[in-house]
């Protein structure tokens, strides 16, 4: 309370607009934007459903809604502390006209403030040539947007999503340092890392161990601060047709070309955890560890007769990329997507989910 007067009723003095726009939370407190910020950052992508009901919102300070709009989440997070953000997505070809700029910030921050945000989470990944219009546009995008939402609405974040490398991974170019310093902080995609094969065409990891942490390194290189980098991780996995299975497990897979590299993770499927965790113990290798790369696979045949190696993250695998973010100072961690994990009552696959949460908890080595 502040000055005898109870804390509710100060937060409806700072918030008139809360009436006006009729709060969908129980408390109208709820429909406050959150100001405090986090020493350390676990950020989450929710795509929709309600098996947010189920995540470990002890640790999450922010829930970037990607699915449906859901009031029920919104006044859920702010009850806990966390920020719930929006989803910001535009064609890259309109930015580079100011005035269309202008108009799709004001119409995202409008439903920011009718749905009660605390700002915006930028997920572009279109290409980019070097130095284009389209480059420039979108540093300027960002600044913009990140000026307009700071101003108008008290403690909002706005971040952006970049590639798990600085190096113009399928061919998007972007002012990395321009774009860290005009927003709060930049979420790395550290998933997806074959989307471009150079090398052979053989199933790999989805995120390595070295190769993510050379992309970590080489942000930092260019003098990006470690407090403006969340790291992202996968709680997905990549499921490829093996044209063919050596016997040392090489499993070669069909040629499929993205933004001008030779193959792709294109020619698997993506795979969310709880699947895996259901099909890794009927599968002909079990669980296996490749040390290279960090991480862990195992093979099937499906009922065709066709080999298949499934890469995923685990528990093992996170926690050891984890321990980076304390050793190097980060700025926290999240994850695509919270959604993918088994929030079932089955005994096993609460323990399963309850490890892979835990394992979001960075431990120094």
Request: proline share 5%; hydrophobic share 35%; glycine share 6%.
């Amino acid at each position: 309370a502040l000055c005898g007067v109870p804390r509710l009723a100060v937060l409806l003095l700072l918030a008139p607009r809360l009436w006006a726009r009729g709060c969908p939370c129980s408390e109208p407190a709820l429909c406050s934007p959150i100001r405090h910020r986090p020493d350390f950052e676990v950020f989450v992508f929710d795509v929709g459903q309600k098996t947010w009901k189920f995540y470990d919102w002890s640790q999450i300070t922010t829930v970037a809604v990607f699915g449906k709009y859901d009031s029920e989440l919104m006044c859920y997070a702010h009850s806990q502390g966390a920020r719930a953000v929006l989803k910001g997505d535009v064609s890259l070809k309109e930015i580079t006209d100011p005035t269309f700029r202008a108009s799709w910030i004001a119409d995202k921050l409008d439903l920011a403030k009718t749905q009660y945000m605390d700002g915006i989470n930028i997920d572009i990944e279109q290409e980019v040539n070097c130095l284009s219009p389209e480059y420039q546009a979108l540093t300027a995008l960002v600044k913009e947007t990140t000026e307009v939402f700071h101003r108008e609405i008290e403690g909002s974040q706005v971040t952006f999503d970049v590639a798990w490398s600085p190096k113009s991974i399928d061919k998007r170019c972007y002012n990395y340092t321009g774009i860290a310093d005009a927003c709060d902080f930049l979420f790395v995609m550290s998933y997806d890392e074959q989307s471009q094969i150079w090398s052979e065409c053989i199933a790999a990891a989805n995120a390595p161990y070295n190769q993510t942490l050379t992309g970590y390194s080489d942000y930092i290189r260019m003098g990006i601060s470690p407090k403006k980098l969340v790291m992202g991780l996968p709680w997905y996995g990549y499921d490829y047709t093996c044209l063919n299975l050596s016997e040392d497990d090489t499993c070669t897979i069909a040629k499929v070309p993205f933004r001008g590299a030779p193959c792709s993770d294109a020619a698997g499927r993506q795979v969310p955890y709880k699947v895996i965790m259901k099909q890794v113990n009927n599968s002909i290798s079990g669980n296996q560890w490749n040390k290279d790369q960090q991480a862990p696979y195992y093979n099937y045949k499906d009922p065709a007769g066709h080999f298949h190696q499934v890469w995923y993250d685990n528990p093992q695998s996170i926690s050891l990329k984890a321990a980076y973010i304390q050793n190097h100072g980060l700025r926290g961690i999240g994850m695509w997507n919270a959604n993918c994990l088994d929030y079932s009552e089955d005994t096993l696959a609460r323990q399963q989910t309850e490890e892979m949460w835990k394992a979001l908890k960075p431990k120094l080595r």
